[in-house]
């Protein structure tokens, strides 16, 4: 459950994007206003709940292939809360530092984490490279000289389109070891035939959305793993095919890289 009101400086009064985030997800960890909230957005957006869950369980997806490979330690930057299906979950054993810039998301993650010990939740703008790497979560519970999963799932978004996407990737590429992955998804405006993204631009300030070629460039310095940059529903599936009409609904690419 979520913490009471007012507890670690937590707002019960607005809508909190992580919290709106765990209600599309299914999540316990929101209040009426963020549910209310959801509810408006989803009227207007009717795919917006399918989208929310097809980009976590790609992440889940993603996270299993690479624990699958030995990867035991991951940085999720702009993970939302770490709940309903995060990595730390995904990866039982493995060792996460989840950083988000929303400093209620970041104070709900800490009450949650509080007793497992193998996760922590940093508040921290993923653009500030060396105040995220240089953190005391990230010294104390990753080791960078081993491979890191480096999560950037549903959130380049937020990043603006002057704001060098892929080079900010590579300043974390440079400080990753051998055998690290980058796992990223991306909405697009070039797939999904016919798909208007103005409707969503209304609801989400300032989303960025990207052209295909662009999400490549972010995989710069990777090795993209099998199946490539593709269709978010259609990396490595582990139930049935979606249907056509779900496709074209979520504009949205995936890929994974091994560095
Ligand atoms: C759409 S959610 C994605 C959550 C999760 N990664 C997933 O895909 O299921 C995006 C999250 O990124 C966070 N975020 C956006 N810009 C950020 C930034 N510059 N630094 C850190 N977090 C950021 C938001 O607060 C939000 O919780």
Known sequence: MVAERGEHGIDFDEPCVARVYDYLLGGSHNFAV???????????????????????????RAVRYLTGLGVRQFLDLGSGLPTAGNVHEAAPGARVVYVDHEPVAA????????????????????????????????????????????????????????????????????????????????????????????????LLVDFHTFRRAEVAELFDGFELVDPGIVHLTRWRPDMAQPSDELVAKLPTVAGVGRL
Do not use: C
């Open 34 to 60: 963020d549910r209310a909230a959801a509810e408006r957005f989803s009227a207007r957006v009717p795919d917006l709940a399918a989208g929310v869950r097809a980009n976590r369980s790609f992440l889940r």
């Open 107 to 202: 104070a709900h993650g800490r009450t949650m984490l509080a007793d497992v010990p193998r996760a922590r939740m940093l508040a921290a703008d993923l653009r500030d490279v060396d105040g995220v790497l240089g953190s005391p979560e990230v010294r104390d519970l990753l080791d960078l000289s081993e491979p890191v999963g480096l999560v950037m799932v549903g959130v380049f978004h937020n990043i603006g389109p002057d704001e060098d996407a892929p080079g900010l990737v590579r300043k974390y590429r440079e400080a990753l070891a051998p055998g690290s992955h980058l796992v990223v998804s991306a909405a697009t405006r070039d797939s999904g035939d016919g798909f208007d993204w103005a409707e969503r631009q209304t």
